[in-house]
Structures are given as C-alpha cells and as structure tokens.
C-alpha cells in the first residue's frame, strides 16, 4: 500500500505538480492538498497521512506555526519543510518546531522523492545546502558534550543531524541497521527525547554534536 501524502502551499500550480509527481511513484500516494493551515489538525485527522510536505510561507496559516500544531498532537507523524529559503532563522525555526526535515523547492524531483523515503524511514532529510548550514552552525561553538554520548554516539547523532537515514548511516559506519538503531535509542533516552527529529532538533537548541 502507497504512503499517504498531504500537501500545504498556497501555489495552487505546485501543488499540482508534486501531487502529480507523488503519484506517479508506486509507494507514494498524494491523498490531500491544501492552499492554508487554517484546518490543519481537522485536515490530519480526515486523511490520516504517513507524512505531511509543508510550505513556509501562507496566508490563513504560517508553515511553521501548522507544524507545530500538527507535531504537538501527532508526534511521530514526519513534516518536511517545502521552501525557497535558505536563510538560517527559518531552517532552525522549523527544526525547532518539529520538522523532520527542510527541502528546498528546487531541490529535483529524484532527490524530492528521496528526501520523502528517507522522513518516512525515520531520516531527517535536507537539502545539500542547507546540511551546510547546519554543519557551519556546529563549526562555530563546539560545546562540552554534557549529555555522556559515546563517540560512536556523536557521530550517528551528527549523520542523522545531516539529514541520513537509518539505512544510510549504516552504510557510513559500516555497521548493521539493528546496530544503528540500537545506538539512536541510546541517544534518546540520554537526551530525554522520543524520535530522530526531537534529537536533531535537541542536538541543533543545545548544539551538541
């Protein structure tokens, strides 16, 4: 069965395209789009998606006020970020509001699709940019990690902040999934958070990776 896609954005031209880009993927399946977040928890309720695709900018509902929303009562439910900006105080807003993760709209239709299996599998996709961003933000105030994360820890922790999926991870630490997934569950449980987007949001607030 194709997962379940919403849409939010007030161009009513790209809500076409990428309903129709979604649904000619096999596992994926446009079951909504939405000019405005103004319904927006009524809207989830209804069409119960496996994901949402959100823009930023709206009239009748900010993307990243719809997010919060939407996170506050569905938790695991991923939200990517659909946007022309770049800038850092939008990519760290919609981080901390619960995104699981921030595609540039510009971003091609292969790697769009991409970053949407990765969210889906538990990633937190990003555009090449703005991963750099991110990085950058690390680069310049490196804290004492006070949260006893292992090296190993660290480093599954700062992938997954770059936007890596469980699977990608492990490939890059070559180590097994089930590894993988057991040392995300560590990180959880020592930063008091319940899934990979509290933890790179957490990791982004309290700069710990």
Same mark, same amino acid.
Request: proline share 4%; aromatic share 8%; hydrophobic share 40%.
């Given at each position: 069965?194709?997962?379940?896609?919403?849409?939010?954005?007030?161009?009513?031209?790209?809500?076409?395209?990428?309903?129709?880009?979604?649904?000619?993927?096999?596992?994926?399946?446009? @079951?909504?789009? /939405?000019?405005?977040? *103004? %319904?927006?928890? =009524?809207?989830?309720?209804? $069409?119960?998606?496996? +994901?949402?695709?959100?823009?930023?900018?709206?009239?009748?509902?900010?993307?990243?006020?719809?997010?919060?929303?939407?996170?506050?009562?569905?938790?695991?439910?991923?939200?990517?970020?659909?946007?022309?900006?770049?800038?850092?105080?939008?990519?760290?807003?919609?981080?901390?509001?619960?995104?699981?993760?921030?595609?540039?709209?510009?971003?091609?239709?292969?790697?769009?699709?991409?970053?949407?299996?990765?969210?889906?599998?538990?990633?937190?996709?990003?555009?090449?940019?703005?991963?750099?961003? @991110?990085?950058? /933000?690390?680069?310049? *105030? %490196?804290?004492? =990690?006070?949260?006893?994360? $292992?090296?190993?820890? +660290?480093?599954?922790?700062?992938?997954?902040?770059?936007?890596?999926?469980?699977?990608?991870?492990?490939?890059?630490?070559?180590?097994?999934?089930?590894?993988?997934?057991?040392?995300?569950?560590?990180?959880?449980?020592?930063?008091?958070?319940?899934?990979?987007?509290?933890?790179?949001?957490?990791?982004?607030?309290?700069?710990?990776?």
């Amino acid at each position: 069965m194709p997962n379940r896609i919403i849409i939010f954005d007030d161009n009513r031209d790209r809500l076409d395209s990428v309903s129709m880009l979604l649904n000619v993927a096999e596992d994926l399946e446009c @079951v909504g789009t /939405y000019l405005n977040t *103004a %319904k927006a928890l =009524d809207i989830v309720e209804q $069409t119960r998606p496996d +994901l949402v695709l959100m823009d930023i900018d709206m009239p009748g509902g900010d993307g990243i006020e719809g997010t919060k929303l939407i996170r506050s009562k569905y938790p695991n439910l991923p939200v990517i970020i659909q946007t022309i900006f770049d800038d850092n105080s939008r990519i760290f807003d919609c981080l901390r509001a619960g995104a699981s993760g921030y595609l540039l709209k510009k971003t091609t239709p292969e790697k769009f699709l991409q970053g949407i299996r990765e969210a889906l599998e538990g990633g937190a996709p990003m555009s090449g940019s703005i991963a750099s961003k @991110v990085l950058h /933000y690390f680069q310049e *105030a %490196k804290p004492v =990690d006070q949260y006893n994360l $292992t090296p190993r820890e +660290l480093e599954i922790l700062s992938l997954l902040v770059q936007g890596n999926s469980y699977k990608m991870i492990a490939q890059l630490c070559f180590i097994s999934y089930n590894t993988v997934s057991n040392h995300i569950h560590k990180i959880y449980e020592k930063l008091y958070v319940n899934s990979a987007t509290e933890a790179v949001s957490f990791a982004i607030k309290n700069k710990i990776v």
